[in-house]
């Protein structure tokens, strides 16, 4: 029953269960394992423990994104490459390689997305998000799957410039860089004009506008120069009758109204942001995923970790419109005893 508990929770519809979904545990190897009994040696062992994982642990939603920071590339642009830190429990996704793709600050200001990149075959797009969720659909069967962009407005412009540059650019040239937005939003547009003519039933779109602290700049300059857009983004897609789930990392309290303005169906959000805040004042017009930090999994005990989900389910059983989520995903930090422990309170308190 997870798609269906998955699409309740999307319709704000009743279910028996709490549905839940979990981001990133491909990297966490010994997790993986110890669910799964799967020795992972290589890739195809990996998808294999990955997909189990995601039967075993119950998923009702898994997050998937079809458009990336490759599509760029394969438009002709450039992106900038900002390292990568350990995630994984192997190390295999550290990089401590940098590249800058617009070294010269006057060129990267001078950057129109629209004029100088690829506008793709409509009919070749719509092909590709129904092969991608064909294929995701096929390897986790019977669990609510997306097709989307990740790379929508913010965080596309972070792919091409890296957030060092970004800022430099909003701060140094505001009017320029209001221009080359605009440019990105016109070129970004024909995905989700192409989804919208998809039979794949939810978008996920991705825009990290926000970082720990809260929005990098003033928020005016987001309700202004981003939010007008995103809304321009999303309304063809809701028009063809679509869900929308919408993710952003950071703090993004600021914003909780402006994200239900776009008429999304779900805000996925970190555990920096209050969830439960954004359920009182908008549960019920739009539905939320999250509620779990994986730092607290990795310093709790277990007494804390059984006080604090009884809690939160007793919470999220009067809201048919909340998924449980550990943000920002479970990684090799979280001890495996404690990311087990968390599973058997799930299982024993997410029953409605």
Same mark, same amino acid.
């Given at each position: 029953?997870?798609?269906?508990?998955?699409?309740?929770?999307?319709?704000?519809?009743?279910?028996?269960?709490?549905?839940?979904?979990?981001?990133?545990?491909?990297?966490?190897?010994?997790?993986?394992?110890?669910?799964?009994?799967?020795?992972?040696?290589?890739?195809?062992?990996?998808?294999?423990?990955?997909?189990?994982?995601?039967?075993?642990?119950?998923?009702?939603?898994?997050?998937?994104?079809?458009?990336?920071?490759?599509?760029?590339?394969?438009?002709?642009?450039?992106?900038?490459?900002?390292?990568?830190?350990?995630?994984?429990?192997?190390?295999?996704? @550290?990089?401590?390689?940098?590249?800058?793709?617009?070294?010269?600050?006057?060129?990267?200001?001078?950057?129109?997305?629209?004029?100088?990149?690829?506008?793709?075959?409509?009919?070749?797009?719509?092909?590709?998000?129904?092969?991608?969720?064909?294929?995701?659909?096929?390897?986790?069967?019977?669990?609510?799957?997306?097709?989307?962009?990740?790379?929508?407005?913010?965080?596309?412009?972070?792919?091409?410039?890296?957030?060092?540059?970004?800022?430099?650019?909003?701060?140094?040239?505001?009017?320029? *860089?209001?221009?080359?937005?605009?440019?990105?939003?016109?070129?970004?547009?024909? @995905? *989700?004009?192409?989804?919208?003519?998809?039979?794949?039933?939810?978008?996920?779109?991705?825009?990290?506008?926000?970082?720990?602290?809260?929005?990098?700049?003033?928020?005016?300059?987001?309700?202004?120069?981003? @939010?007008?857009?995103? !809304?321009?983004?999303?309304?063809?897609?809701?028009?063809?009758?679509? !869900?929308?789930?919408?993710?952003?990392?950071?703090? =993004?309290?600021?914003?909780?109204?402006?994200?239900?303005?776009?008429?999304?169906?779900?805000?996925?959000?970190?555990?920096?942001?209050?969830?439960?805040?954004?359920?009182?004042?908008?549960?019920?017009?739009?539905?939320?995923?999250?509620? =779990?930090?994986?730092?607290?999994?990795?310093?709790?005990?277990?007494?804390?970790?059984?006080?604090?989900?009884?809690?939160?389910?007793?919470?999220?059983? !009067?809201?048919?419109? *909340?998924?449980?989520?550990?943000?920002?995903?479970?990684?090799?930090?979280?001890?495996?005893? !404690?990311?087990?422990?968390?599973?058997?309170?799930?299982?024993?308190?997410?029953?409605?």
């Amino acid at each position: 029953m997870s798609y269906e508990h998955g699409w309740a929770a999307i319709c704000n519809q009743a279910s028996d269960r709490i549905p839940r979904t979990e981001y990133g545990v491909e990297g966490n190897l010994e997790l993986l394992t110890a669910v799964t009994g799967v020795e992972i040696t290589g890739g195809e062992s990996r998808e294999e423990a990955v997909r189990r994982f995601v039967q075993q642990w119950d998923y009702s939603l898994n997050w998937h994104v079809t458009v990336s920071r490759e599509t760029i590339l394969a438009a002709g642009g450039r992106v900038t490459d900002m390292g990568h830190a350990v995630f994984a429990s192997d190390g295999s996704d @550290f990089t401590a390689e940098t590249s800058v793709a617009y070294p010269d600050i006057e060129e990267a200001i001078r950057l129109r997305p629209s004029e100088e990149y690829t506008f793709f075959p409509r009919r070749e797009l719509v092909e590709r998000f129904e092969r991608d969720y064909m294929e995701v659909q096929r390897r986790y069967p019977g669990v609510l799957s997306t097709a989307g962009v990740y790379t929508t407005l913010f965080s596309g412009l972070i792919e091409i410039y890296g957030i060092e540059q970004l800022l430099l650019l909003m701060g140094l040239y505001e009017q320029e *860089f209001k221009e080359v937005v605009e440019s990105y939003f016109h070129w970004v547009k024909q @995905f *989700f004009d192409a989804f919208a003519e998809t039979s794949v039933p939810v978008m996920m779109v991705h825009d990290d506008l926000c970082w720990t602290e809260g929005p990098v700049t003033h928020p005016r300059w987001y309700r202004e120069t981003i @939010f007008p857009y995103l !809304k321009q983004l999303i309304e063809p897609v809701k028009s063809a009758g679509k !869900k929308v789930i919408f993710t952003s990392d950071g703090t =993004i309290d600021e914003f909780f109204g402006d994200f239900v303005e776009l008429g999304i169906d779900m805000l996925v959000m970190e555990p920096t942001s209050d969830l439960r805040r954004f359920g009182e004042l908008y549960g019920d017009r739009c539905g939320m995923a999250g509620g =779990i930090d994986c730092r607290f999994l990795t310093s709790a005990g277990h007494v804390e970790i059984e006080q604090y989900m009884a809690d939160l389910l007793a919470w999220g059983k !009067k809201r048919n419109n *909340f998924i449980l989520a550990s943000g920002n995903h479970l990684p090799a930090s979280v001890p495996v005893e !404690k990311a087990l422990f968390y599973q058997q309170m799930y299982r024993k308190y997410s029953g409605r």
